[in-house]
């Protein structure tokens, strides 16, 4: 009789647990919930400002809970190969960061954590075909880069808020972008030769450019010569005109000293004119 009394308490006491498994849920303030009831969201938990987390109740049996992580969350999309603008073909690695802002969306449209990633991965995938294939694998691998993962990340936020997923995209980032080993020395052989051919066009017009500028300094140094020659020349027709010996003995000075240097020798009469300024007087008389 007691055998059967204790057996009786044990399957009492066990039901009684199972049924307050079933009725008392704790909610981490790192989660958010929504309480599922026949298959319909009925309500939601910490995911909104009057939510709150912490211990909840549900009605047992008849209800179950789904638990959402509301921090950023990482997504590592599927290796693929994407045609660039230039018909070059790339092996793509990616990956994805958003977070869960709208549960019952993110439950109805994608099932889950555990099926989100299979069904988010072909939005991603169109989002990166997308903006990369408009693209040259040049502007993918080095250039503009930055750029573009900038484009694939709101073109994929854009796509997220037309499909009403329930999620934000934070952040999307390249992992890698190569060049299939079959075309590599042959893109690199052509990105060498463009960047050569594009050194000498800058070499050639770094040349024209400085031959323009040593003509034009030339030129107007040549104008500036004649400018100062003339006015040189007319102060001197001015001075000479005011005292014609002043200019007389003048241009016998230019004249020794152009002509006595080092090691010149003159043979000239004493009485020649040329000499006439080494006498006495003022006209060398």
Do not use: C, H, W
Request: glycine share 6%.
């Amino acid at each position: 009789m007691n055998n059967q009394r204790s057996i009786v308490y044990g399957v009492l006491a066990a039901v009684a647990l199972l049924v307050l498994s079933q009725t008392f849920y704790v909610v981490d303030q790192t989660k958010q919930a929504v309480v599922i009831r026949v298959g319909e969201v009925v309500r939601t938990v910490n995911a909104g400002p009057d939510d709150t987390p912490g211990l909840k109740l549900k009605i047992p049996f008849f209800e179950s809970k789904i638990l959402f992580d509301k921090r950023n969350q990482a997504l590592q999309v599927n290796r693929q190969e994407i045609l660039t603008a230039n018909q070059e073909r790339l092996m793509v690695d990616a990956y994805v960061r958003y977070r869960v802002n709208d549960p019952v969306r993110y439950y109805k449209r994608l099932g889950g954590d555990q099926t989100a990633g299979t069904r988010l991965n072909p939005v991603i995938n169109a989002s990166l075909r997308q903006v990369l294939g408009a693209a040259s694998s040049e502007d993918i691998i080095s250039r503009r880069r930055g750029a573009l993962v900038g484009q694939v990340r709101d073109n994929l936020a854009q796509r997220a808020d037309s499909s009403r997923l329930g999620l934000k995209i934070i952040d999307v980032r390249l992992r890698s972008a190569d060049l299939p080993e079959a075309n590599q020395d042959a893109v690199f052989d052509r990105m060498k030769t463009a960047r050569q051919q594009e050194a000498a066009r800058v070499r050639a017009v770094g040349e024209q450019q400085r031959r323009e500028i040593i003509a034009t300094a030339t030129q107007e140094a040549e104008t500036i010569r004649g400018q100062a020659d003339a006015e040189r020349a007319k102060i001197y027709a001015s001075s000479f005109g005011k005292d014609p010996s002043f200019a007389a003995f003048y241009r016998s000075m230019a004249a020794y000293e152009a002509s006595m240097t080092d090691g010149t020798t003159m043979v000239l009469s004493p009485d020649s004119a040329f000499f006439r300024y080494f006498g006495k007087g003022p006209a060398g008389q």
